[in-house]
């Protein structure tokens, strides 16, 4: 018996391995992973079927990161057909992309076919064009067409969001022959909560929920029971204000309609979910001016993700550094000045940096508009006023008994005021500027709204200093 076929032995069987695969702190086990990477290596297809292939898609797409880069693509042909493929909706996009360009295209296909079709659209619409059109060729005639109609949409859409496979029945049908459709054709979705009500055109009608038709005798017709379908969602609109709707309205699912109002899918709340958490990672990561960045992006794409905006903060930098030299005589006749230079500015930049987080989070959930701006921005200059007033007072406090000057302390303390108020009205005032002239408040505010503070910062506390001692 070799080597490699004792460490087969010895592996821990589906059953001795514990069925969660992640530690304590949310990551996926070491002592797992290390058996995964044993089982990929010695080509242990039994191991893999029995501890891989069972994890759920979000599982199974963590073990896909977490693996080595050599070692994936590997696991996923020894895999197969059991290889769920839905679990590359769960990865980055560049660990997406990277496997998918090494995936012959007829295999690629082959999944496709099983998938959901917003998994399927998910997958598809990174590929260059060549290769999904010639996936998309070998995909039966209906599924091509709902496929190819879903990536037509604009990209962050509804209607790339949405679900292509949904029931849908007319109005003049029993509820007995709604069930009995159910029950006896096999192209349904795996899950759904709501039948769709359409006329022969497909327009939208109404809706009737699961629970109301089985609540409800055979004979009666569909037309009686259906309702008005709750919040239609336009598949143009932006996946945003879609998931917007639902979590204005508790909805688990939506008609989604062109513009003539037909129906041409569903939007379920397991792809709103996602929706969310993509678009609040995305504010996150513009407010730090880094863009669409991902861990697993190289450190080339890294580094020119963030290059411009750092550029533009170093000419930012130097309007405020020209600032500073215009008060150079006073500077060096007082050495303390420049100690404390850091202090205004970098409380400010801080401060301003708070309500314009929550500026521009408010604008991206709509709870902040036209209609509430001026109560908001009031309370924002109060806040700057207080805050201006405690910290000045401490600072100025800490400065005068450091340099045993209350010239000097009075000075800091007036320019913090100054500065802190600015801070609190340019952190809301901007971002609703940027949002008025259709540009993202997430990308561009910090830049502006550090510029703001460091030059006001520093034009008051040196204004103020030359205007009194010089």
């Known amino acids: 018996m070799t080597e490699n076929e004792d460490d087969i032995l010895d592996r821990p069987a589906a059953d001795e391995t514990h069925d969660d695969i992640y530690d304590e702190e949310g990551s996926v086990r070491h002592d797992f992973l290390t058996m995964v990477g044993a089982a990929i290596a010695d080509r242990d297809v039994i191991f893999l079927r029995q501890n891989v292939a069972r994890l759920h898609e979000s599982e199974l797409g963590d073990l896909i990161e977490a693996i080595q880069p050599d070692q994936r693509l590997a696991m996923i042909r020894l895999l197969g057909d059991d290889f769920d493929m839905t679990a590359l909706t769960e990865v980055d996009e560049a660990i997406r992309m990277q496997i998918v360009d090494q995936m012959p295209n007829e295999q690629i296909a082959a999944a496709i076919g099983e998938l959901d079709s ?5 997958i598809l619409e990174d590929l260059d064009d060549e290769d999904r059109e010639e996936i998309l060729a070998q995909l039966p005639f209906t599924e091509r067409v709902r496929l190819r109609r879903a990536l037509d949409y604009p990209e962050s859409s509804a209607g790339r969001r949405m679900q292509t496979e949904f029931v849908a029945v007319p109005p003049f049908w029993t509820v007995g022959q709604t069930i009995d459709y159910m029950r006896d054709e096999e192209d349904l979705p795996e899950s759904f909560t709501q039948i769709f009500v359409i006329d022969p055109t497909f327009k939208l009608l109404g809706a009737v929920n699961l629970d109301r038709i089985l609540r409800t005798k055979r004979q009666v017709k569909i037309e009686t029971i259906m309702h008005a379908t709750n919040h239609p969602i336009p598949a143009e609109m932006d996946q945003e204000e879609a998931a917007q709707l639902f979590e204005q309205y508790d909805l688990l699912s939506a008609a989604v309609v062109d513009e003539n109002e037909r129906l041409v899918g569903v939007l379920t709340i397991d792809d709103v979910v996602d929706v969310i958490q993509e678009e609040a990672e995305e504010d996150l990561l513009r407010l730090g001016g880094v863009g669409d960045e991902e861990l697993s992006d190289s450190v080339a794409e890294t580094s020119r993700s963030r290059v411009p905006w750092l550029a533009v903060n170093l000419v930012t930098a130097f309007l405020a550094a020209s600032v500073i030299s215009l008060f150079e005589a006073t500077i060096e006749q007082i050495v303390a000045l420049a100690v404390l230079m850091p ?8 401060a301003g940096s708070q309500t314009m987080t929550v500026t521009v989070r408010a604008l991206a959930t709509r709870n902040l508009d036209i209609h509430n701006a001026f109560r908001v921005v009031r309370r924002e200059a109060g806040v700057g006023l207080l ?16 340099f045993q000057d209350v010239n000097i302390g009075g000075i800091i303390a007036a320019a913090m005021l100054i500065n802190m108020m600015a801070a609190a009205i340019a952190g809301i005032l901007i971002p609703l500027a940027l949002d008025r002239f259709g540009a993202d408040p997430a990308v561009a505010s910090a830049v502006f709204v550090t510029t703001v503070t460091d030059i006001t910062g520093f034009f008051a506390f040196l204004g103020l200093a030359t205007w009194w001692f010089m």
């Open 118 to 122: 917003d998994d399927a659209v998910y």
């Open 387 to 402: 805050n201006g007033v405690v910290f000045g007072i401490l600072i100025g406090a800490i400065a005068g008994f450091w």
């Open 343 to 350: 202090i205004v500015a970098g409380m400010g930049g801080n």
